[in-house]
């Protein structure tokens, strides 16, 4: 199985059915060319839609998250943020001090980071300061 994307321990490759692979060019006298060649190739652009949760009368743009799945969860906000920097999202977490799957980040770590103010569903001063902006 892979770990991480890094080679197995002895053999240098991927997974053990590379490694039989390997074996089988091996026993046939074959010269094994492993992982030495690269090509580019370009991800099609696709168009998505982001459906806000709440949008309060002052337009500040509101996210309710229990928790952020993945990596791509994550930068589908990050895209929006950059692709609309007139809006203004925030976060309301469920649990913002609770780490992000894979990662040595909570949730009000990466929000942070990204530059989304956030707060956890028990903030209601800071969700009332929101409000009264």
């Known amino acids: ?4 994307g890094r080679p197995r321990p002895g053999s240098g490759k ?3 059915l590379e490694e039989q692979f390997s074996k089988i060019l091996s026993d046939a ?3 094994e060319s492993y992982e030495s060649d690269k090509i580019k190739y370009v991800v099609p652009a696709s168009s998505h839609t982001y459906l806000i949760d709440f949008t ?3 337009k500040i743009a509101i996210e309710c998250k229990g928790f952020l799945r993945d990596v791509d969860e994550r930068r589908k906000y ?3 943020k950059e692709q609309h920097p007139e809006l203004d999202l925030r976060f309301v977490f469920a649990e913002p001090a609770k780490k992000i799957t894979r990662t040595k980040m909570n949730h009000a770590d990466w929000a942070n980071k990204v530059g989304f103010p956030n707060c956890g569903i028990r903030d209601v001063e800071i969700i009332n300061e929101w409000i009264k902006e």
């Not at 199985?1 to 991480?4: E, Q, S, W, Y």
């Open 78 to 80: 990050e895209l929006i």
């Open 1 to 4: 199985m892979i770990k991480n």
């Open 29 to 31: 006298g074959s010269v």
């Open 14 to 16: 991927r997974s053990r």
């Open 56 to 58: 309060l009368p002052n």
